[in-house]
Every structure is written in structure tokens, then in C-alpha cells.
């Protein structure tokens, strides 16, 4: 993904001071059941994105019931809007225009496979008669291969680079694609492990990201002769080129190497290789989240830093006293600028808190004129919804864990249904603002922990670091001690505890209940991994540039110590010291998580006769994209868990989700693992680990 998208999404979700969440309501009764199709159905207008001439404004909303691209005129109503894609099976999962407003791009996979190709449609085309919409050009139109996108050049704006794996699974070659014509041609065959490819603001290519054997990340300098390494970070550190400075000498790099421990913003010259610190957070508590450019000047403006609550940085005095305003006019939401045209004049903002899903607004900067757009999910009851709280505790060897607390509304928060919600990532974190999961299931009535247990990212390179080797040790410890806290504090009644997560949240569920069987009374595993060995020997090709960290953070399954303990925290062998109730959910094209890590969990537990529950969607890959999947999912994930814990949940759904429910229910007795895959036996090695 290129800079340019990153810091629009990155704006869009992250920028801004929060204001004090609005403390809780007396006790005067839960609210109302929110039919959970408002929460995960499709909503009804999202990603309103400006054409850089400020011409257009280009949306997602549903077509013939698939989410899709529509495009009107910046100065016409939502309703005069135009389809301009009409895909049918999947919903569009992103899209930005090209800099001279010709053409929108987007990507699609086919079922979630990751195999990701680049579409683009001239929205002003004639709509093709079959379809109803204008004609969109495969520009890459290859199988079974995943396309990277590199650069999209303002002072070219007829042209993409990019990177297909179609020569060799493991590396993308780059090329150059010229919108108009859709031609293709090869610039550089990757012979080098080069993870990334880096251009400077002119689109010249300047600078390669080398990824070698050892796990080290190299900077390359691209010179007519070859390569010229000028940084190198180990395995355990960040570096990463974000954008290059406007005198074309310096680029910006997002770095924690050396004695750094917080991620911070310097300027290393491609020539000398001589390096000055830019910026780290002034109050030494997070890493940067972000730097904010000008696409009009080109010049740094602002750094993000996520803490509790994210903050800002301002080093442009326009950009500060436009921000400052925006926040006066929209109290107590964080305030982030989506998109904007060229010249900045018009910016598309973003207003969202943890009880305001968005407010889309079209902001005149020269007149000051705010104007609605729409509001994300607004038959959302926003008056229903619950705060999050940022809060601290302790793990058992006295290590602060950062979390963010939900209590639902409206009840005394004594002894209640609890549910933990380990992120996935794990590399990765939560953060404070509206979390439908988290809302979804503080109004059945449950308080909702988010941990970011150690390994998270965002709280410094220690941190992270803390969690090497520690899948179902120390970091599963810091997930544990949370419920202990809860408990502590009156708020957790001890035998209505639950956990809920996907991906490495997933394996935090199976972990939970195989290793602290004591701790839960139900989990929710959605494409979790059950057997650390068979998930790293099973990684996409694609994902080569990450073996060695993956190795170096989790173990290495060749070396034989790290083998023992990675099949000690892998939850498969342990599954008969699981006591508490098991719903998985898996999607069948998954290429991270394959569906063999849920079959040889939902395996183990049917052969030792432990009742588990199966869903699996033949339609989707790594998490549910499909809305009908979704409402189907989490439809049988609230009667699971109000089952086991006792929380409200909302009878039955809509004819179609619960057609699809009963067209995605497995019966355990009818998995079959892969060749070469066997259930392990009652007693396998870890068995009886107990808690951690």
C-alpha cells in the first residue's frame, strides 16, 4: 500500500485529542437490544474520498446488495450518486483515485484468497448495458497472484508501479502500468529478496527494502551499477523509508534502530547515509503512529502518537489552526482529514469518538464552511452506546499492561458477564474510539476487556520484545491477569468469564481455555491457529520476507528446542484439558490461517467426545468480508455465548442470515483433516501444562 493511502486511512481512523469520555449513565436499565445487523450489516454510506480537481466525491454503499464504489458531483445531493462498480460476489474492499481524477482504482480478491488484482474505471464512461455500470480494466489480469502497489506518482499521474509474484511466489518484480492504456512493462525482475520498492516525490525509483536470510532489513540505495546498502536494522528493530523530503536528498524514515526504544521520525541522506532525528514523542510514553504530509507543499505538517487516546504533533501553524477549529466546531470527537484535492482548499473530515461510529464532512478551508455528508451507520441509536475506558493493570510479574475497558450501559458494573477480546496481530494493538465488537456486546450486556497484552505494538521496542517466544506464556499470563483485575475490582463475576478473538486473538481463545481451564466458561475462536507448528510451516509464499521474524519472535519449528515448546503452546496439544465450551469459526480459503488449524481442533475435541461447535464460510479467507457471513457468524456467537454466560442476545434474524447460518454449520462428525494431518492423542506433549 503507498504512503499516500496509508496516511488517508491513517487520518481518517487515528488523528486527533480526544476529548474525556462521557462518564456512564445511572443505573436506569440496559438499553434496548441494537439488532446486530445494524452493528455488522453493510452501512448505508461509507469512505467518501475527494477527486484530487475536488470535481467529485467518490463512496462505498451497496449495489443490487454487494458494497461497491458510486461517484457523484461534490456539489450534488448522495442521492443523484452513480454505481460505478457492480461487483457481485464480493464487496469492494478499497479504493482511491488517480492524481488527475481520471480513473478510481480498486482492488478485489476471489474469496478471500489474497490474491489481490488492480482494477481501474473511468467513472465518466458509459455505463455498459449488462452491468449498469461504467466498464472496469483488469490491469493486472493474472491468477493466483497478489499484486503490491508501490507508487502513484502526482508528476505522473497516468502512472502506477507495482509488484506481482507472478514469476516467483515469494517476490514481487516491479513494473510499470500506464492507467489509460492498461500496458504493463517489467522494470525490475526481483532477484534480491527486495520487499518494497521506493520512489521519490518526482517518481523516480531511489531506494530498495531488502529483507536477507538473517531477518536484518536493509535499505538499499539504487544506483545504475546496483545496490548500495546505506541502513540496516536487526530483526527485532523497525526501519522503514516513509517518504522521501522535498530537496529529493533526505527521506523520512520510521525507525526505532539502535539504543532507540520508541519508534520516532528522522531524515537520512541517500548519499552520505548520515542520519538526524526529526522528532519522538515529546511526553516519552508511545511510539509514532504517523507522519501527516502535505500533498499541496510536500512538507511534513504533523506526527500522530496513539497512546490512550491518540494526539497530535502540529508543525504547520494553517494546518493546527484548521484542526483546532474543527475540533471547537465538532466537541468531544476526534477530528481526522480523510482526503483532500490538490490544492487543499477542500478537505473531506472525518469526526468519530467511542460512541460516534463517523460524521463525514465536506470542510471549505477558505470560507470555513462545514457541511454534513452523511453519518456512518445512522440508524445506529448512538444514545444506546457504551464508553470505553483506557485503563492499567499489572501482570503477575509486575509488567503494566495498557487496555481498554467497555462496561454496557445503564446497569450497576458489578459481578457481570465478561468478555475478553484479545487483538489479533499479534503484532498489533487496540485503540480508544468506536469498536463495534466491543459496543456489540457491551449492549448483550457483558463488559468488554481489550487487552494489548505484551508483543503489542505501539509501546516501544522492549515491549514488543517482551513477547518473543512467549505464545501462551508470559503474553497469555498478561490476558489472564486482565480477568484477575476485573475480578479484583468487583466488575467480573469469576463464572461468567469469556474470550473472544481472531486470528492471534483466536489462538488467545484456544490458548485460554486449553492452558487456564479454570479462567473461562466459553470461547469463540474465529480463524484462530491451534498448532504453532503446521501454521509457520504452512505461511504464503508471499510471506518469505517475514519467515526469519516469524522464526526469531515465535521459534524456529526446524531447531529442535524451539520445536518443543512451540508444540507445548500450541492449544491442539493440550486439547484435553479444554473444559469450557468451544464455538470456531473458520473461512475455507484462509491463506494465513488455513482451515486445518480449526478442523485438527474441532477433530481433537470431537475424538475425545468434548462438544464443539463448527462454522465454516466456503466464500471467505482471513476474517469475513461478506455481510450475510458476518450477521451468520456473530448471529451464532451471541446465542453461544448467552448460553454459557448468561448475556442477552437477539433471537434469530433475518430469512437469509439464518439460511446462510444453517449453510455454513459443520457437523463436527464430518471433519476430515488433510493427509498427513492426524488429531493428536488425548495426552500429547504440553498436556496438562495447567495454567500459566
Not at 470560507?367 to 441509536?381: A, N
Not at 517466544?469 to 497469555?476: C, F, K, N
Request: charged letters at 25%; glycine letters at 8%.
Amino acid at each position: 500500500m503507498t504512503r499516500r493511502i496509508e496516511a488517508v486511512l491513517l487520518s481518517l481512523l487515528s488523528l486527533g485529542v480526544m476529548a474525556p469520555a462521557a462518564a456512564q449513565d445511572g443505573n436506569t436499565g440496559p438499553p434496548p437490544l441494537i439488532d446486530r445487523e445494524i452493528f455488522f450489516g453493510d452501512p448505508e454510506l461509507a469512505g467518501a474520498t475527494l477527486s484530487p480537481d475536488g470535481e467529485h466525491i467518490a463512496f462505498l454503499k451497496p449495489y443490487e446488495g454487494v458494497r461497491n464504489v458510486w461517484v457523484k458531483r461534490t456539489d450534488e445531493p448522495f442521492d443523484a450518486a452513480r454505481p460505478v462498480t457492480a461487483d457481485q460476489r464480493r464487496p469492494i474492499p478499497q479504493f482511491f483515485w488517480s492524481w488527475d481524477s481520471r480513473y478510481i482504482l480498486f482492488v478485489q480478491d476471489r474469496a478471500g484468497d489474497e490474491n489481490f488484482n488492480l482494477y481501474a474505471v473511468d467513472p465518466s464512461a458509459e455505463p455498459a448495458e449488462e452491468s449498469g455500470v461504467p466498464p472496469a480494466r483488469n490491469l493486472t489480469d493474472a491468477e493466483n497472484v497478489r499484486v503490491a502497489l508501490y507508487a502513484l506518482p502526482k508528476k505522473r499521474p497516468d502512472t502506477t508501479y507495482i509488484g506481482m509474484n507472478d514469476r516467483d511466489p515469494a517476490w514481487h518484480d516491479l513494473y510499470e502500468v500506464t492507467l489509460s492504456s492498461g500496458e504493463r512493462k517489467l522494470i525490475r525482475e526481483n532477484t534480491e529478496r527486495i520487499s518494497r520498492w521506493v520512489f521519490d516525490l518526482d517518481g523516480e525509483l531511489r531506494l530498495a527494502v531488502r529483507s536477507p536470510v538473517s531477518g536484518e532489513t536493509e535499505i538499499l540505495r539504487v544506483d545504475e551499477d546496483g545496490f548500495t546498502p546505506i541502513y540496516t536494522c536487526s530483526v527485532f528493530e523497525t526501519c522503514d523509508p516513509a517518504r522521501f523530503h522535498p530537496n529529493g536528498r533526505q527521506v523520512y524514515m520510521v525507525t526505532n534502530h539502535g539504543d532507540a526504544d520508541l519508534i520516532r521520525l528522522t531524515l537520512l541522506d541517500v548519499e552520505t547515509g548520515n542520519e538526524t532525528i526529526v522528532e519522538s514523542d515529546p511526553e516519552n510514553r508511545v511510539d509514532l503512529a504517523g507522519a501527516i504530509f502535505s500533498e499541496r507543499t510536500d512538507e511534513l505538517v504533523g506526527t500522530v502518537y496513539v497512546d490512550d487516546r491518540p494526539r497530535i504533533n502540529w508543525r504547520n501553524d494553517e494546518w493546527e489552526e484548521d484542526y483546532e477549529t474543527l475540533r471547537a466546531r465538532l466537541p468531544g470527537l476526534d477530528v481526522g482529514v480523510g482526503s483532500s484535492t490538490l490544492d487543499e482548499s477542500l478537505w473531506i473530515v472525518g469526526a468519530r469518538g467511542d460512541v460516534e461510529p463517523g460524521r463525514t464532512y465536506l470542510f471549505d478551508r477558505e470560507s470555513g464552511e462545514l457541511t454534513l455528508q452523511y453519518e456512518i451507520r445512522e440508524r445506529l441509536p448512538r444514545e444506546h452506546l457504551a464508553s470505553m475506558m483506557p485503563i492499567r493493570y499489572e501482570s503477575s510479574d509486575g509488567l503494566e499492561i495498557p487496555a481498554y475497558l467497555t462496561l454496557p450501559k445503564g446497569v450497576e458494573p458489578r459481578n457481570l458477564p465478561t468478555l475478553v477480546v484479545p487483538h489479533g496481530g499479534p503484532w498489533a494493538r487496540d485503540s480508544w474510539g468506536y469498536n463495534p465488537l466491543a459496543q456489540f456486546f457491551a449492549n448483550r450486556g457483558y463488559a468488554v476487556l481489550q487487552p494489548n497484552f505484551r508483543g503489542s505494538t505501539g509501546y516501544g521496542k522492549a515491549f514488543v520484545d517482551a513477547g518473543n517466544g512467549e505464545w501462551g506464556d508470559a503474553m497469555q499470563d498478561d490476558i489472564t491477569a486482565g480477568v484477575k483485575y476485573l475480578i479484583e475490582q468487583g466488575i467480573a463475576d469469576p463464572g461468567r468469564v469469556g474470550i473472544f478473538g481472531g486470528s492471534y486473538g483466536g489462538y488467545a481463545v484456544l490458548a485460554g481455555l486449553a492452558f487456564t481451564p479454570d479462567v473461562y466458561a466459553a470461547g469463540v475462536s474465529l480463524v484462530g491457529p491451534s498448532n504453532l507448528l503446521t501454521l509457520l510451516n504452512s505461511i504464503p509464499p508471499y510471506w518469505e520476507a517475514e519467515r526469519t521474524t516469524l522464526h526469531e519472535r515465535m521459534g524456529d519449528p526446524n531447531d529442535p528446542e524451539d520445536r518443543e515448546r512451540l508444540m507445548r503452546q500450541s492449544p491442539l496439544f493440550s486439547a484435553d484439558e479444554i473444559r469450557a465450551p468451544l464455538l470456531v469459526i473458520q473461512g475455507a480459503n484462509d491463506p494465513r490461517v488455513k482451515k486445518a488449524e480449526s478442523e485438527q481442533i474441532v477433530v481433537a475435541l470431537r475424538e475425545r467426545g468434548f462438544p464443539v461447535e463448527y462454522l465454516l464460510a466456503p466464500d471467505e479467507g482471513h476474517g469475513f468480508a461478506r455481510p450475510v457471513n458476518n450477521l451468520a457468524a456473530f448471529a451464532a456467537a451471541e446465542r453461544f455465548l448467552a448460553m454459557h454466560l448468561d448475556g442477552r442476545f437477539q433471537e434469530g434474524g433475518s430469512p437469509e442470515v439464518m439460511q446462510r447460518l444453517e449453510e455454513i454449520t459443520v457437523d463436527p462428525a464430518t471433519v476430515e483433516l488433510p493427509a498427513g494431518l492426524d488429531a493428536p492423542p488425548s495426552s500429547g506433549a504440553g498436556s496438562g501444562s495447567g495454567a500459566r
